[in-house]
């Protein structure tokens, strides 16, 4: 898939070695780029490591870019691959693709189908938090709730419900830069959301 027109302008400027494009790039992309680089590492000093790592992999390479992913997916995969590397030097002994399988196979019952559109999204969320004032004072407490349930989560589900739902990236930019198949991405997925949206309605119901 050919890169939109604005990722064409801003490969030229990175070309072009425009300062002020780079750094914009690097405010913009850099905290979603060390949220998920954490989930590799077993420290946050690595995982700082490796974005750095990564930003130097855009500049080194961005002659090389040729435009058949956006630019965001390409320096996500920059970065996964990196993270994957050091991590694996670190702390992990089972390949990512090992652990994408384990996490997609085997019977898993969801919470409740219904509560789920075909392409994974949910059918019903859960009441916003600002239409209940009572709620909304307590929507920190939320937050914190959903973030705990993420961190349970076994490796690839946490990491791509991460990717997806946290940081915005598309199925087909998850897909490229963790080199996963549509159908495992989409189980993987449905899998998190649904042990996610359990706890979180679970929170509601007792509020």
């Known amino acids: 898939m050919a890169a939109p027109e604005a990722d064409s302008a801003l490969v030229e400027r990175l070309r072009a070695g ?29 995982a700082e490591d490796v974005v750095q790592e990564t930003w130097l992999g855009v500049l080194n390479g961005i002659d090389r870019f040729e435009g058949r992913s956006s630019l965001r997916t390409w320096i ?22 090992t652990l994408a399988s384990e996490e997609s196979a085997g019977e898993f019952v969801p919470v409740d189908l219904d509560r789920f559109a075909p392409d994974g999204s949910w059918a019903a969320p859960p009441r916003r938090w600002e239409e209940d004032p009572e709620l909304a004072l307590r929507s920190d407490e939320a937050v914190a709730k959903i973030r705990a349930e993420v961190e349970k989560l076994p490796d690839m589900q946490r990491l791509v419900i991460t990717m997806r739902d946290l940081e915005g990236l598309g199925s087909e ?35």
């Open 18 to 46: 425009d300062e002020d494009a780079f750094m914009a790039l690097v405010r913009e992309l850099s905290p979603s780029l060390l949220r998920v680089a954490r989930m590799y590492v077993p420290t946050q000093a690595a």
């Open 76 to 97: 996500f995969r920059i970065l996964v691959n990196r993270a994957r590397t050091r991590g694996v030097r670190e702390r992990r002994t089972v390949p990512f693709a």
């Open 173 to 207: 930019e998850v897909r490229n830069a963790l080199d996963l198949t549509e159908t495992n991405q989409r189980v993987l997925l449905h899998r998190a959301r649904s042990k996610v949206r359990a706890a979180l309605e679970d929170y509601f119901a007792d509020a």
